[in-house]
């Protein structure tokens, strides 16, 4: 997404920066991962193939994606390669709710997990999504096995709305409201 191609959003512990061409090579590393492709259902691709899934997400205006750093080695080191933890996304794909997103994100390093970075990065694209976006309502699909993103998502006050056994996902839900724009803010500072 162009609108965000020169955006870095500072959190306490994490930087979403725009997913540029330099961190293509080491997501391509991740996503070698057969559990990290289990728990995003996701296909393994070339690095051809990722160079121009790159470049097609950071053309395509329904779709916004940051990587996420890792702030603290960030600031020690100034190296934003290696300060990559993972990703997050809004997918603006809905033709018949047009303010409506799907939301992801994924903590690929082992080492940030279960450190609230995932938690940080997420609550930051969540409300850079209703300020620049406008979103007004969010989505998630979640592996049904994936348990951190199902317990990260109801913290978040999202609500199950759906399961499915064939593509093995639970879809939440979350409307976007005055008392939960405070809720993001409050928890943004946390």
Request: aromatic share 12%; hydrophobic share 35%; proline share 2%.
């Amino acid at each position: 997404m162009k609108i965000n191609q020169n955006l870095s959003i500072y959190g306490n512990k994490v930087i979403l920066v725009p997913y540029e061409k330099k961190y293509v090579e080491r997501y391509h590393e991740w996503m070698k991962s057969e559990e990290l492709q289990q728990l995003t259902g996701s296909e393994p691709l070339t690095i051809e193939e990722e160079y121009e899934m790159q470049e097609s997400w950071m053309n395509d205006e329904k779709k916004c994606t940051f990587i996420i750093l890792n702030r603290k080695r960030y600031d020690d080191t100034r190296d934003s390669i290696y300060s990559m933890i993972g990703d997050t996304n809004l997918y603006l794909n809905d033709i018949d709710e047009p303010h409506t997103a799907e939301c992801e994100i994924m903590i690929a390093e082992e080492y940030a997990r279960g450190q609230k970075m995932g938690w940080n990065a997420m609550i930051l694209m969540l409300r850079y999504g209703i300020e620049a976006l406008n979103i007004n309502k969010y989505r998630a699909k979640i592996k049904i096995n994936n348990d951190s993103s199902i317990k990260m998502f109801s913290k978040l006050k999202f609500k199950e709305v759906s399961r499915s056994e064939v593509f093995g996902e639970i879809t939440f839900e979350r409307d976007v409201s005055p008392e939960w724009k405070e809720f993001l803010m409050q928890k943004s500072i946390c």
